[in-house]
């Protein structure tokens, strides 16, 4: 799941006291799926897949009995007419730049929540009325939950249909939170809870979030472990849960101002030429994933076009060619361009050839606990029975490997 996190300083309607600090949570469910969805414009279904296996679907609710992790070949038995598609992670990548860039027009004080499973995402604007909320709602096919502190605007947001806009006062807080069913909280994919701790919460007659704010730290670590700590740390936050920090938004732009004004094709492909190379310079450590080209004319009035790049490149090459169909484009007969602004966004960090060999390693105990639960009982490590043994083979023996990894 990826998410944002927004704040903003406005008298809403739906609370009795007056200015307050509010945030605002936008949440899109099956973010690569949908990413997919608005590159293509397509509002067919569509799965996105990896090592054969769904791991996204658009829409999200359907009743063709296809889950996550199903096999492609399963899904495209029930689904015939669907589009299937490999995740490309650069994608959703461009996609939440583009959202951002969005929301950026409306406030800088956006926060981007870390979402390493990638499942879901978040937005929103800062000096916005209730109506630019559910425009954003609307636009992105989103939900949108807002309250005085990020908890309960994360978990409003989950609960709010998609395109609305679910709005918590400081007052009903307690009751929606007494309401709010733990099941919830298996979306909030960011925080990696389980079914298994979800299910326990249950049979322990913790049904709502609100019982289980009245849980201690060492109650859930006991319990559930780590995931305890992470449950307990974002129904309690240590810090203020109510500020959001400025987003540092980046983005290079080169732009070239003619004396006298120009209209022929070629010449406005040759200005983008000499203007990819200087943008390059600047691209360091990085790789452009969008370019957008305006040609602003003599009268004021101006023409844009953005594309979204097949795959990131620093290449002035390729770029000054993209630059130039996209020109073309947009380009009209008799035109008279005073100004070519080219501008690129979504810039991703360049990983070097060698180190892509050796990425950091995935989670130890999560990979002992998949491999406990297909091959139980199968998987075994060495243990030291005695540390001078008088024969070699009473040295040590092989045991099986518990979940926490000893």
């Known amino acids: ?152 605007a994360m978990l409003a947001s989950i609960r709010s249909d998609p395109g609305t806009v679910l ?28 079914e298994d701790m979800i299910e326990r919460l249950e049979l322990f007659g913790f049904r709502s979030v609100w019982r289980v704010c009245q849980l201690h730290r060492r109650h859930l670590m006991v319990q559930f472990g780590e995931a305890g700590r992470r449950l ?28 006298w004004p120009i209209s022929e094709p070629e010449q406005i492909a040759e200005t983008l030429g000499q203007l990819v190379l200087a943008a390059a310079a600047e691209f360091n450590d990085s790789k452009p994933t969008r370019l957008e080209v305006r040609l602003i004319m003599e009268d004021g009035a101006s023409l844009s076009r953005s594309r979204t790049l097949t795959e990131p490149t620093a290449r002035p090459e390729v770029l000054s060619r993209l630059a130039a169909l996209t020109s073309k484009k947009i380009a009209v007969p008799g035109m008279s361009v005073k100004t070519v602004v080219l501008t690129f966004g979504g ?29 139980p009982g199968k998987l075994l490590r060495p243990h030291i029975i005695h540390e001078t043994p008088f024969f070699p083979g009473d040295e040590w023996k092989l045991v099986p490997v518990v979940q926490d990894g000893k």
């Open 1 to 152: 799941m990826f998410s944002v996190l927004v704040e903003r300083e406005r008298r809403y309607p739906f609370l009795s006291r007056g200015i307050c600090m509010h945030i605002a949570c936008v949440y899109i469910s099956n973010f690569p799926a949908w990413s997919m969805a608005r590159h293509l414009k397509t509002s067919s279904p569509l799965f996105v897949s990896f090592n054969h296996r769904v791991i996204s679907m658009n829409p999200p609710e359907n009743d063709w009995g296809v889950n996550i992790g199903d096999t492609v070949d399963r899904a495209r038995t029930l689904v015939p007419g669907a589009r299937f598609c490999v995740w490309e992670p650069h994608m959703d990548f461009t996609m939440t730049e583009s959202i951002l860039r969005l929301l950026y027009k409306l406030t800088p004080r956006i926060m981007p929540v870390p979402n390493l499973n990638g499942k879901g995402a978040w937005f929103l604007t800062a000096k916005a009325g209730l109506k630019d909320l559910e425009w954003i709602a609307a636009q992105l096919h989103a939900r949108v939950g807002v309250s005085i502190e990020r908890r309960t």
């Open 167 to 194: 709005a918590i006062s400081g007052r009903d807080r307690v009751s929606f939170l007494k309401t709010t069913r733990v099941n919830v909280l298996g979306d909030l994919d960011m925080l990696q809870f389980d």
């Open 232 to 259: 307990y740390d974002f129904l309690n936050p240590a810090d203020r849960d109510d500020t959001v920090p400025n987003y540092e938004w980046r983005e290079i732009e080169h732009a070239e101002d003619f004396d």
């Open 347 to 375: 810039l991703v960090p360049v990983i070097p050839s060698q180190q892509a060999l050796f990425l950091k390693k995935g989670d130890r105990d999560a990979l002992i606990a998949r491999m406990d639960r297909r091959f």
